[in-house]
T-cell receptor, first 113, second 114 residues
């Protein structure tokens, strides 16, 4: 069965610092991987995805993630945090042709001025 | 991408009653899902809304509690029946753009059961 683990329910960084949100997955087949962001009282917004091809994926708002098969990881990074990045971030794995998603438990990003 | 709207955006209901949540998409989509997000938790898939046939429910969710309709390719409803305080959650619908393997979410319906 597929699963997703996000390390750290809360991550706090200073404005301008590197953002690193960790995601590891387990899957018996090549996965489809996603990062979503949820701002307070809003739905989920797709940040980026990996399906096939280049393992370094660039998304919106300056975020990127790298698919590392050997480490079964898909960590999300951003070189310089902005106050507006404060939100909940969810990693998800896609279940092949069913398009169902399994979500990690989420990481709340706090950005200190 | 797809533009998705949900009604109501929030509601406060009494235990024992039912609430129907609507999900409208601005284009025809093949796949629609309903998720639940309990307070402070991640998202859990409730069911796949199938157009013209019965929904497919995930383990732990049953049709009597969460009946779903999908009369066409742009609209679906989820009913939360005989509500209890444990049903207080955010309910989100999502749609899939199959060609791009991308899933988009509605803004959610925040339900509080008293």
């Amino acid at each position: 069965a597929q699963s997703v683990t996000q390390l750290g329910s809360h991550v706090s960084v200073s404005e301008g610092a590197l953002v690193l949100l960790r995601c590891n997955y387990s899957s018996s087949v090549p996965p489809y991987l996603f990062w979503y962001v949820q701002y307070p009282n809003q739905g989920l917004q797709l940040l980026l995805k990996y399906t096939t091809g280049a393992t370094l994926v660039k998304g919106i708002n300056g975020f990127e993630a790298e698919f590392k098969k050997s480490e079964t990881s898909f960590h999300l990074t951003k070189p310089s945090a902005h106050m507006s990045d404060a939100a909940e971030y969810f990693c998800a794995v896609g279940m092949d042709s069913s398009y169902k998603l399994i979500f990690g438990s989420g990481t709340r990003l706090l950005v200190r001025p | 991408s797809a533009v998705i709207s949900q009604k109501p955006s929030r509601d406060i209901c009494q235990r024992g009653t039912s609430l129907t949540i609507q999900c409208q998409v601005d284009s025809q989509v093949t796949m629609m899902f309903w998720y639940r997000q309990q307070p402070g938790q991640s998202l859990t898939l409730i069911a796949t809304a199938n157009q013209g046939s019965e929904a497919t429910y995930e383990s732990g969710f049953v049709i009597d509690k969460f009946p779903i309709s999908r009369p066409n390719l742009t609209f679906s409803t989820l009913t939360v029946s005989n509500m209890s305080p444990e049903d207080s959650s955010i309910y989100l619908c999502s749609v899939v753009l199959a060609d791009a393997y991308e899933q988009y979410f509605g803004p959610g319906t925040r339900l509080t059961v008293t």
